[in-house]
């Protein structure tokens, strides 16, 4: 390949070969480690399509990676080329480039939006997201359903199967999808471990002090315990600006707070530009948070945190900071790992293990790399540096992972059958066109792949084990075999002699009956002793049979496999139970949509409750601050220690029979709500500030903001959804209400 440049930069290998399929006018996957430069490609399409004028929609995973696409787009082609739609914004949504979250796209695709007919491109950034347990059916069916005119661009983190993933979406997409592999970073990652007392060490290094230490030891811990503030005072010297993975928001905060009672970072002069970036953005100092307060303190000691708890503003604050290197170091949860490109020349964690709602686990393999690699700034550091800090109070029984790049753990499909998808299938597909749709998921494909495997290993297997006992002796497996029945006899005679030492009044109670008649079970089974065999051929049968019940234990065990994989019509299956559960709740008329489903069918957040609700004429009983209270209560995802105050907003026993009514037919996990929210979104609904809300809950600011986004969010799908006009202007009213100061979208 020819030397190419874009933009003044040489190209990489695969960054030209990516360049060279797009110009083709191929559909590109680009599977690259952070940091290797992939995002140049998604931006020379979107450069391209432009120049042609042609229609261009750009997905992300996380709203703070589309508000950074959108803002560098932004100042690429103008504000009014480019436009966003994150459910809770929606700017200049006709724009040639549309950025948005795959969420947004899913839902376009599945209600077939007629303006997707005059998009030419179609790029689903970090398309790995599709093996994320909870919204990895979104990407699933965004891929299936991308109009076939619509070409593809993904951009992953190194995957263990991209062939697969690949090889799937050109299956379902009838066309050729190039696949664009790049193994090495630019910058090359080191990874080490930190203890006090080992101080900056490799794996290996790191046992063989905790071995020799353990040999040595004289007390039950002779361990220094080891903190964040010891690792950064080890590595501050050369290794800034780094990042530092805590596992925990609180903990972020804290451990910010206690670094800067020892360090500063900042001179003078970059104190005064921190400070003047703090009143741009939050005005008079006399109006500003106590939180606004203490980021400030903090980042004019070139200290932060960063989580979803704060902000939106304050994330933004902290994120140009950032990026403008007067934060040397980022306290940060994982969120921060995805997408955004910041320079770092380190990346700290202050433990391998993370909660995943359920229990507390050691990272995977593709979760620690793609934070590690956010380290190694191209063109500025030779290397990049990972530090995990290890507490050996727990060496023993939770040792660190040893992360290895090639045991990535393989893509797999998340697919899950919703009621909104049920629907808006049902009503755009007749009933072959919707089994086909679910033999192109990534699940059917796997599943056939794997069964495919599976069956030819059988079929190797079933010839050996023929193969090797063609010389067994028709009495092998038997008890009239001297191996079997010999070691059987000895474990009989062993039995006979116990029984005999317990004495006549033990052997009448229970545990001696049951003895004997064991022992009585197994007389029987070697009454006839077995036929004479010479020790030659003894031998032959014993390796030979050793042989051949490994291999039918390994026959056994992939029979098992297949037995697991889902069946063919597993979904389809699914897909008619769910009809003929929205068929009894009147959501459905055979095929044929009703009102209720209808505008079940554009709603995407706990659909059947919030028709059911629609429909139910409670909305005429509330005004409309009760009526935000109640919708932000529905899908309100309740983290561990969420506290509000009790206070009486509005009569829930219409809810709670609604609720119970659709479980009755659809099982218990059909709805989810939670009532307690409700105070906070109707002060704030009534007009009350932040500070005010927060007194009614513990919820970090940041989350009491995000419940209001989400109910504005709501309020607009409903908005679309009902066929009522005056509900709808009043859903407008309710969302304006909400939609205001902290609330308020940011100037993007």
Same mark, same amino acid.
């Given at each position: ?48 399509? =432009? ?388 033999? /192109? ?73 049951? =003895? ?62 769910? /009809? ?169």
């Amino acid at each position: 390949m020819s030397e190419r440049t874009y933009h003044g930069l040489v190209l990489d290998p695969f960054q030209l070969e990516a360049l060279e399929a797009i110009d083709v006018g191929k559909s590109v996957i680009v599977a690259a480690p952070t940091g290797t430069g992939k995002t140049l490609v998604a931006d020379y399409l979107v450069e391209q399509a =432009m120049l042609k004028k042609q229609r261009v929609i750009y997905t992300a995973p996380i709203k703070a990676l589309s508000n950074q696409k959108f803002k560098d787009f932004k100042e690429e082609f103008g504000p009014e080329a480019v436009g966003i739609m994150t459910g809770d914004v929606v700017l200049n949504p006709t724009a040639p480039l549309l950025i948005m979250t795959t969420e947004i796209f899913r839902n376009q695709v599945i209600t077939e939006d007629p303006n997707l007919a005059v998009v030419s491109h179609i790029i689903f950034d970090e398309i790995h997201w599709l093996n994320d347990e909870e919204r990895g059916t979104v990407w699933e069916e965004s891929i299936i359903l991308a109009p076939a005119h619509m070409k593809v661009l993904g951009l992953s983190a190194t995957i263990a199967n991209a062939r697969q993933l690949v090889e799937w979406i050109s299956s379902i997409r009838k066309e050729e999808v190039a696949l664009i592999e790049e193994k090495e970073r630019a910058v090359p990652l080191e990874y080490y471990y930190y203890s006090k007392d080992t101080g900056i060490v490799t794996y290996d290094k790191l046992w063989k002090f905790y071995r020799q230490q353990r040999k040595n030891a004289f007390t039950e811990n002779p361990f220094a315990k080891t903190t964040h503030l010891d690792l950064i005072k080890a590595i501050e010297g050369k290794y800034l600006p780094l990042l530092f993975f805590v596992f925990s928001r609180k903990q972020c905060a804290e451990n910010a707070k206690e670094l800067a009672r020892h360090a500063n970072y900042l001179r003078p002069h970059q104190r005064r530009h921190v400070e003047e970036a703090f009143l741009r953005h939050f005005g008079p100092e006399e109006n500003w948070s106590l939180s606004t307060l203490q980021l400030k303190r903090l980042c004019s000691k070139g200290i932060a945190f960063h989580h979803a708890g704060l902000l939106p503003v304050q994330k933004a604050m902290v994120e140009e900071l950032f990026q403008e290197r007067l934060i040397q170091v980022l306290y940060c949860t994982e969120t921060f790992s995805v997408g955004i490109n910041y320079p770092v020349k380190a990346v700290c964690f202050e433990s391998l293990n993370k909660f995943d709602g359920r229990n507390f686990r050691p990272l995977a393999n593709h979760e620690f790399f793609q934070m590690s690699g956010r380290a190694g700034r191209r063109g500025i550091d030779a290397k990049g540096y990972s530090f995990a800090l290890i507490d050996f109070t727990w060496f023993e029984k939770n040792p660190p992972p040893r992360f290895q790049i090639d045991r990535l753990e393989p893509l797999s499909s998340q697919f899950k059958l919703t009621y909104n998808t049920v629907l808006n299938l049902t009503s755009t597909l007749n009933y072959e066109q919707i089994k086909v749709f679910f033999q /192109k998921s990534f699940a059917a494909y796997s599943s056939l792949q794997a069964s495919t495997q599976i069956n030819a290993q059988l079929a190797a297997l079933s010839e050996q084990l023929k193969q090797t006992g063609l010389n067994e002796c028709h009495h092998v497996g038997t008890w009239h075999c001297p191996l079997k029945h010999y070691p059987k006899r000895k474990e009989l005679e062993r039995l006979q002699r116990v029984y005999r030492s317990l004495g006549p009044r033990k052997q009448h109670r229970a545990y001696g009956k049951a =003895m004997a008649r064991k022992i009585q079970s197994w007389e029987k089974l070697l009454a006839h002793p077995p036929e004479a065999c010479p020790a030659s051929r003894q031998t032959v049968c014993r390796s030979e049979t050793q042989s051949y019940q490994a291999l039918k234990q390994e026959y056994q065990e992939l029979e098992k496999n297949l037995a697991g994989l889902p069946g063919e019509n597993a979904f389809l299956h699914e897909f008619e139970m769910k /009809k003929n559960q929205l068929r009894q709740l009147g959501y459905l008329r055979e095929n044929e949509l009703l009102p209720r489903g209808m505008c079940a069918g554009r709603i995407y957040v706990q659909e059947l409750l919030v028709t059911e609700l629609v429909f139910s004429g409670l909305f005429e009983e509330l005004d409309d601050d009760q009526l935000n209270a109640l919708l932000s209560a529905v899908d309100y995802e309740s983290r561990k220690n969420d506290f509000f105050q009790r206070v009486d907003i509005l009569d829930w026993t219409e809810v709670k029979h609604l609720a119970h009514y659709l479980q009755s037919v659809c099982g218990p996990e059909a709805v989810r709500y939670d009532p307690r929210v409700a105070v906070i979104t109707y002060q704030w609904s009534r007009g009350l500030s932040l500070p005010e809300v927060q007194k009614f809950c513990n919820l970090d600011e940041g989350d009491i903001i995000s419940v209001f986004r989400r109910t504005i969010d709501l309020l607009r799908q409903m908005r679309d959804a009902v066929p009522d006009p005056a509900l709808r202007i009043r859903l407008k009213t309710c969302m304006d209400k909400l939609d205001r100061d902290e609330a308020a979208v940011l100037e993007l």
